[in-house]
């Protein structure tokens, strides 16, 4: 086909626009950078080495992270929880305005909307909202902000924000591994694993789950290495269950020092295989040279846990701060957090600005140059000004959490408010009356928040309690209401904060120099004649019309039975009904045997719903007159009757 000559200036004009447009695309392409966002779950503030707090756990490659870009001193998770957390990141929202307010998110029930509560035990002064479930596809997430941005996205380790369809998969991601929407690591850290379709690799049947994650993770950077991607690595680690590498355990086990608040040799083996993966990471995109174009994010989902038993001691200490997860005391949601974004933060710097987990998907997209989605009020915002070094003031900040679990420094239903140096605790309906009461601590004077200023400063309470108030009216929070059936009879302000709570667990007091707990600040024991021997520990258990109704109070709830010296047969049968999940038959020869150097528990999973009759081994010594325990799955268990059988000889418990 020919053209006239005349035409040619145009068609050469034509030619060299689509050349420039061209060139432009694949600059701009190449301009893209790329997201590793790395969540750890459960790991304190003082649980790395990045600020002078630990010397007993080691993360090395947290601090080559940190060497590469910003260390936040004041980051803080939206919630003392995972899943409230977990749901901000990836909406900008705060859990006020989500109504996802504790890690409920993997029982059957699907609640989309949060409601007042109706009922509460006599001794409480407030009853709680009825928290959502799910987190809701109506809300536009980041990942899906960034996959209609041209990205590549994948999931990997922990939801914990529903199954289908809630998982990743409806949420904007293009992968999702191990597709699991449960609390902790099917079966545990190390294989074999009860995942469904995913196992170990064939060469490595004691792999543990974050060697196989970053693998996994691995080759995602691989197949994505020449477009641009978002890998959402949000780790298992380090909660429950507690078990780790057992040549970690045993390395950590030759320098505990149980003058030390942390002295726990499996929580140490666990923090080791976490930072081991992100150095996998880091390692990958050395490799592959992506390192100048990947923005890199480190934080935790919410402060340690200073409540669950491992070994005979609490897995960590927040000290200096005071409480841990399930509170909002510093301990429970000021945490870990490292930004490497090259080109805008500089190397090896630190900041003192207060920034908060709703930040990170205003502030990727300002990194990215995206526009933000109309749709959503962020309840966050850009800290981009603090990652250059700019001053940055992000204004008041806040923590809805209207709940109250029974671990050490619990508070009842609450909400806080930071401003600058200071913080404000609202204690929902905890004064007389109805009234609200307050606690108001100098944050930069009283790290450990052990000097409460309230009533010495009314007009600042005051002040503040007032950006509380517009702020739960901004975000159309369902708050705690006053309980009508409250009896001041049954009120005890004198059990406030103490929960399930050990010496050694306490910043503000000296550790005792044993890894046993002191009797008298053990755990307390629940025991009822209906249970007729059985001890339920980290739960409640009641019986009515011969069904055992079993509610989980804390991590790793289970019914513990002394029976004596069981045969290598032993067997443990059940007729057991719960919301889904994985158990476990465990043994140990003596109450005091660390779970390190027990036999491996034997485990069990079951679906949600109907009656479902199990038969386990026990792992037992037969020389050994041990304790057995039944690991309970899920958060909410009715068992039926109990049947153990050793040496040919059967012995049932029929409620």
């Known amino acids: 086909m020919k053209f006239s000559t005349k035409y040619r200036p145009l068609l050469r004009a034509v030619c060299l626009l689509a050349l420039t447009l061209v060139a432009a695309l694949s600059h701009a392409a190449e301009q893209k950078k790329n997201i590793l966002f790395i969540l750890a779950d459960d790991l304190g503030w003082s649980d790395t080495t990045l600020y002078g707090n630990t010397k007993y756990y080691k993360t090395p490659n947290l601090e080559r992270l ?147 994650m970053a693998k996994e993770a691995v080759a995602f950077l691989e197949k994505h290495k020449d477009e641009p991607f978002f890998l959402n690595y949000w780790m298992f680690s380090v909660h429950a269950p507690f078990d780790a590498k057992k040549a970690l355990i045993e390395k950590y086990a030759k320098t505990a020092n149980p003058a030390d608040p942390q002295h726990c040799p499996t929580y140490a083996a666990m923090v080791e295989s976490m930072d081991d993966a992100i150095g996998t990471l ?26 669950s038993d491992v070994d005979g001691v609490v897995p960590t200490s927040n ?210 004649a209906a249970l007729q021997g059985w001890r339920a520990r980290a739960c409640t258990a009641t019986v009515k019309d011969g069904i055992v109704t079993i509610t989980a109070t804390g991590d790793a709830p289970f019914l513990g039975f002394a029976p004596g010296p069981l045969d290598a047969g032993a067997t443990l049968k059940v007729r057991i009904k719960s919301n889904g999940g994985t158990g476990k038959v465990a043994w140990l020869p003596s109450p005091a045997t660390p779970a390190a150097e027990a036999p491996k528990p034997a485990e069990f999973s079951i679906k949600a719903g109907d009656w479902t009759e199990i038969t386990s081994p026990i792992p037992a010594q037969s020389d050994k007159p041990g304790v057995l325990r039944l690991f309970l799955p899920g958060d909410a268990t009715a068992i039926d009757w109990i049947e153990l059988t050793t040496a040919g000889k059967a012995r049932r418990w029929e409620f």
Not at 125 to 133: G, L, S
Not at 285 to 297: E, G, H, N, P, Q
Not at 476 to 482: G, M, N
Request: a neutral charge; hydrophobic letters at 35%.
């Open 282 to 307: 880091l390692d990958t995109l050395d490799r592959l040279k992506l390192a100048d174009k990947t923005i890199v994010v480190f934080t935790s989902d919410n402060g340690g846990n200073m409540y």
């Open 66 to 212: 940190a060497k590469r870009g910003m260390l936040f001193s004041r980051a803080y998770s939206a919630s003392p929880l995972c899943s409230p957390t977990r749901a901000s990141i990836l909406t900008g929202l705060h859990p006020a305005r989500t109504g996802v307010t504790t890690p409920n998110c993997h029982v059957p029930q699907v609640v989309l909307k949060a409601t007042p509560g109706v009922k509460a035990a006599a001794g409480n002064k407030a009853v709680e909202p009825v928290p959502v479930t799910r987190l809701n596809t109506s809300y536009t997430t980041l990942a899906e902000t960034l996959k209609a941005a041209g990205y590549a996205t994948g999931h990997f380790g922990k939801w914990h924000l529903g199954p289908e369809p809630y998982s990743p998969l409806q949420q904007g991601f293009d992968v999702d591994v191990p597709h699991w929407p449960g609390p902790g690591p099917a079966g545990g850290y190390v294989a074999p694993w009860k995942f469904k379709d995913f196992d170990a690799d064939p060469a490595e049947p004691d792999q543990h789950i974050e060697d196989r």
């Open 319 to 528: 000290a200096p701060l005071r409480g841990g997860k399930a509170t909002t005391f510093e301990g429970g949601i000021r945490v870990p957090c490292v930004v490497s974004a090259p080109g805008i933060t500089a190397p090896g710097t630190r900041s003192e600005a207060m920034i908060q987990s709703t930040d990170f998907f205003p502030t990727l997209l300002e990194l990215l140059a995206l526009p933000r989605p109309a749709d959503i009020p962020f309840d966050g915002k850009s800290i981009v000004p603090a990652l250059r070094g700019q001053p940055f003031e992000r204004g008041p900040m806040f923590t809805y959490f209207p709940h109250n679990p029974p671990v050490p420094e619990w508070q009842p239903p609450s909400v806080v408010v930071h401003e600058g140096d200071w913080k404000l605790i609202r204690l929902f309906h905890q004064g007389e009356n109805g009234a609200h009461r307050w606690k108001l601590f100098n944050l930069r004077e009283d790290i450990g928040e052990r000097n409460d200023l309230a009533a010495k400063q009314p007009d600042r309470v005051k002040s503040m309690d007032a950006l509380i108030g517009n702020f739960l009216t901004e975000t159309s929070a369902v708050l705690p209401v006053p309980n009508p059936d409250f009896d001041p009879a049954k009120y005890r302000p004198d059990e406030e904060g103490k929960g399930k709570i050990r010496d050694n667990a306490k910043p503000d007091r000296a550790p005792k120099k044993t890894h046993a707990p002191a009797p008298a600040a053990a755990a307390p024991e629940k025991v009822d």
